[in-house]
């Protein structure tokens, strides 16, 4: 049998395409709202799926691990873009800081994967490092432009500001004080009235 080249590299089915996107929508949602590591079938339960549906498009727990972490960071870079693109510097910053509780919720119930993977080189954590400081770079610049933001703030500190407030109320919506301390930091980011 001769096999064409690329044959392998055909994209998905659409419906096929669409189960994937749906199983990782509602596995990001289980592993943010689990307290520990929920079992593969509980997630393919959840998506009112069968458990071979979700190990055709995951074949593990690290793939699908991977699969929300990357998507997860992907949300964030591109959204900083996106958010730029219909919302006001500082209204950009403050939504993606949403976006930010959310994706570190959603490691919540990946911890313990995600680290051992990030411990085995599977997941690179100081390139994700740099791109989601690059995205609030992003932000950043525009609202030093626009004058909404501080121009003697960097990435680094909004970002260590950002992993402390989620540390001390880590569950974005659950916990009032973490819209509080989100608004306290955006206030400190706004230049001081002349």
């Given at each position: 049998m001769i096999r064409l080249a690329g044959a392998e590299a055909r994209a998905p089915r659409a419906d096929a395409a669409r189960?994937?996107?749906?199983?990782?929508?509602?596995a990001t949602r289980v592993f943010a709202s689990a307290e520990a590591?929920?079992?593969?079938?509980?997630?393919?339960?959840?998506?009112?799926?069968g458990i071979a549906t979700l190990y055709r498009h995951f074949p593990d727990r690290e793939?699908?691990?991977?699969?929300?972490?990357?998507?997860?960071?992907?949300?964030?870079?591109?959204g900083a873009r996106a958010l730029l693109d219909r919302l006001e510097p500082a209204a950009?910053?403050?939504?993606?800081?949403?976006?930010?509780?959310?994706?570190?919720?959603?490691?919540?119930?990946?911890?313990?994967?995600?680290?051992?993977?990030?411990?085995?080189?599977?997941?690179a954590h100081d390139g994700t490092r740099?791109?989601?400081?690059a995205a609030i770079t992003t932000i950043l610049d525009a609202g030093r432009t626009s004058g909404e933001l501080r121009t003697d703030v960097t990435a680094d500190d909004i970002a260590a500001a950002l992993i402390g407030i989620?540390?001390?109320?880590?569950?974005?919506?659950?916990?009032?004080?973490?819209?509080r301390l989100l608004d306290l930091l955006m206030d400190g980011l706004r230049p001081p009235a002349p």
């Amino acid at each position: 049998m001769i096999r064409l080249a690329g044959a392998e590299a055909r994209a998905p089915r659409a419906d096929a395409a669409r189960n994937r996107e749906q199983l990782l929508a509602v596995a990001t949602r289980v592993f943010a709202s689990a307290e520990a590591e929920p079992s593969m079938r509980a997630i393919a339960r959840e998506a009112g799926v069968g458990i071979a549906t979700l190990y055709r498009h995951f074949p593990d727990r690290e793939s699908l691990v991977d699969a929300v972490y990357r998507d997860q960071v992907e949300r964030l870079t591109a959204g900083a873009r996106a958010l730029l693109d219909r919302l006001e510097p500082a209204a950009a910053m403050r939504r993606w800081m949403d976006l930010f509780g959310t994706w570190i919720a959603t490691k919540n119930g990946m911890l313990d994967t995600l680290l051992a993977m990030i411990e085995s080189g599977e997941i690179a954590h100081d390139g994700t490092r740099t791109e989601l400081l690059a995205a609030i770079t992003t932000i950043l610049d525009a609202g030093r432009t626009s004058g909404e933001l501080r121009t003697d703030v960097t990435a680094d500190d909004i970002a260590a500001a950002l992993i402390g407030i989620f540390t001390v109320a880590p569950r974005l919506g659950e916990d009032p004080r973490t819209a509080r301390l989100l608004d306290l930091l955006m206030d400190g980011l706004r230049p001081p009235a002349p």
